[in-house]
């Protein structure tokens, strides 16, 4: 199983996903923070209307002019308290009014192909050709029309006879330039005709071999498109298959994805963590439960008419403490409910529930997440209840449930059953620091000693806060030396811890394979320890990565700040190791 933890700053939201492959493992990833970012989206928008209903409020206080107008408000802000308790205490039978489902053919991406088809270019159209018809006729000479008449004057007047010839002939040839006018006229409008026409043409085969490029592309994208439709439907039907064949990561799928899709109140948190055991069917969760301080706890508003003021009523101490009760196991129950209806597969024989609430300690002002319900129920225990007229705290405890006498103490309880964290690969360990005085070169010690150092090192880090470290099988690969669990249910998670006994300058390449390991094991964060110095390029290449290099320097100061002496002679190591007296 791979396994990482992310983490959405804007909610402050954590979450360890698991995955049985590195490819599921990143749609896993993506799919989770897109979860986020629509919860994100949708806490803006609710606290964006919650503003504008303040606003509102105001607004219509100061724009009440009358002692009904006023009394009309008082009642609609009552109405909308009592709406928001109610949807708290309903949280159970709003659950129940859905049947719980995965529902596969939802998740199926049917979306259209949104890119508009190209538009083919239009023909153009051509204006008839210039018609030579109505072309004027050649002058023809021999018409009566260019032959001089002469008639009795011509022969009585010496000279008419010629001026009438001249005049025929002025108009033949008149007629005949105005003939060839016309003709040079018509032959430039027939070949700005032509012209037009293959203009009109070349822009329309230009057009058309574009159209032809851009259909091109639109069907390689549609093809493209609908490919990773099917692709997407394919992994949907596969992980369907996958739930329904009971393989364990498809599962552990199966049940996040319906926590995830439940809907619940804008004051529950949703983060969770889950895990599945396949030899005996269980699902253990760690669910974040809501504060106290996170709940509807208006009551009424109120007008008093002799003061010209609003007034508004709380929930009691009491009712809110209930309210808090209730909320908190019916959200166990409706958790039960949810997964034990829609577990189709019959995966799951029984689950451990166990509430967390990440708070403050009022006393000490720290960050604090108790557990403080757990719960294991078997399917044939659950299956029996009529969760319609249960009492959810009842029903709990006639569940063996285990919570404190009152949850807004958050008081913490021993969950029932912890999400596992053990690895097959660890080893068992040894101490090694007593052995250690100010004659002890690290540099040139057993390189296992060095490892089991390095754990019983760490393990005194981290069990401060609860934590755990262990060390692997000796590989001397350069792989995985050591592994830390932070317990923390929400913000936990692995750390991976590489020992180098070194006497040369680690570079950057030596910094590459441990951030390799950090993401092929799904860590939150990894450490690199040496006895020697990292390089500049070291440092560089780890710059903005979740890497810590701690050098020989560092390494002296983490054991004598626990009582522990040893000293880092690299010259003298280099000549030990090089006899071959050290290995």
């Not at 983490?7 to 698991?18: E, G, M, S």
């Not at 159209?125 to 018609?131: Q, T």
């Not at 969950?415 to 540099?443: G, K």
């Not at 991976?496 to 030596?510: E, G, L």
């Amino acid at each position: 199983m791979y396994r990482v933890q992310i983490h959405d700053p804007r909610l402050n939201r954590f979450r360890v996903v698991t995955a049985a492959d590195q490819h599921e493992l990143q749609r896993k990833v993506e799919a989770q923070r897109q979860i986020w970012t629509e919860m994100w989206e949708r806490k803006v928008q609710a606290d964006a209307r919650k503003a504008q209903r303040e606003h509102q409020a105001m607004e219509r206080e100061r724009a009440a002019r009358n002692k009904d107008q006023k009394i009309s408000l008082a009642l609609e802000e009552t109405k909308e308290a009592e709406l928001a308790v109610s949807e708290a205490q309903e949280i159970l039978s709003a659950g129940l009014r859905t049947v719980p489902a995965v529902d596969w053919e939802s998740m199926k991406d049917r979306s259209p192909f949104h890119d508009s088809k190209p538009s083919a270019p239009e023909k153009p159209v051509f204006r008839e050709k210039p018609d030579p018809s109505l072309l004027p006729k050649k002058p023809d000479p021999s018409s009566p029309v260019y032959q001089a008449k002469h008639g009795l004057m011509s022969r009585l007047i010496p000279g008419r006879k010629e001026r009438e010839i001249l005049e025929a002939t002025g108009r033949y040839h008149a007629d005949v330039d105005a003939w060839k006018t016309a003709v040079r006229e018509f032959n430039e409008r027939v070949r700005t005709h032509n012209n037009q026409i293959d203009q009109l043409k070349e822009e329309y085969y230009r057009k058309a071999a574009l159209f032809k490029q851009q259909m091109k592309a639109w069907e390689s994208r549609r093809q493209h498109f609908e490919a990773e439709q099917a692709k997407q439907h394919q992994e949907i039907e596969q992980r369907k298959q996958n739930y329904l064949s009971l393989d364990p990561g498809a599962v552990l799928d199966f049940c996040e994805t319906l926590l995830t899709n439940s809907v619940y109140p804008a004051f529950c948190p949703r983060s969770f963590d889950c895990d599945y055991i396949a030899e005996t069917k269980a699902l253990i969760i760690d669910h974040a439960l809501p504060r106290i301080e996170d709940l509807p706890s208006r009551k009424a508003s109120k007008y008093i008419q002799s003061q010209d003021i609003f007034t508004y009523t709380e929930l009691s101490d009491s009712a809110l403490s209930k309210l808090y009760e209730e909320v908190n196991y019916m959200i166990v129950l409706r958790t039960l409910h949810e997964i034990f209806s829609a577990d189709e597969a019959n995966a799951i024989d029984s689950i451990v529930f166990n509430g967390i609430v990440d708070t403050i300690d009022k006393a000490t002002g720290q960050n604090i997440k108790p557990c403080i319900i757990s719960i294991q129920v078997s399917r044939t225990e659950f299956q029996p209840i009529n969760l319609h007229q249960v009492d959810a705290k009842a029903c709990f405890r006639k569940l063996k449930g285990v919570s404190a006498a009152k949850l807004q103490a958050l008081q913490p309880v021993a969950p029932v059953a912890q999400i596992s964290r053990e690895d097959s690969r660890f080893v068992e360990s040894y101490d090694v620091a007593h052995t250690l005085d100010d004659s002890m070169n690290l540099a040139s010690m057993d390189w296992e000693d060095f490892e089991h150092l390095i754990r019983e090192l760490f393990g005194k880090e981290f069990g401060r806060d609860g934590g755990e470290v262990k060390v692997t099988q000796a590989s001397r690969d350069g792989g995985v030396d050591a592994v830390a669990f932070d317990p923390d249910p929400i913000r936990g998670g692995k750390i991976v811890i590489q020992a180098k006994r070194y006497t040369n300058v680690v570079d950057a390449s030596a910094v590459r394979d441990p951030w390799g390991t950090i993401q092929h094991e799904g860590a939150m964060k990894g450490i690199l320890v040496t006895t020697s110095h990292y390089g500049a390029d070291a440092y560089a290449w780890a710059k903005g990565k979740p890497i810590t290099l701690l050098d020989g320097g560092h390494l002296l100061h983490l054991l004598a700040r626990h009582g522990h002496k040893a000293k880092i002679d690299i010259g003298e190591a280099r000549k030990e190791l090089a006899s071959g007296s050290k290995k």
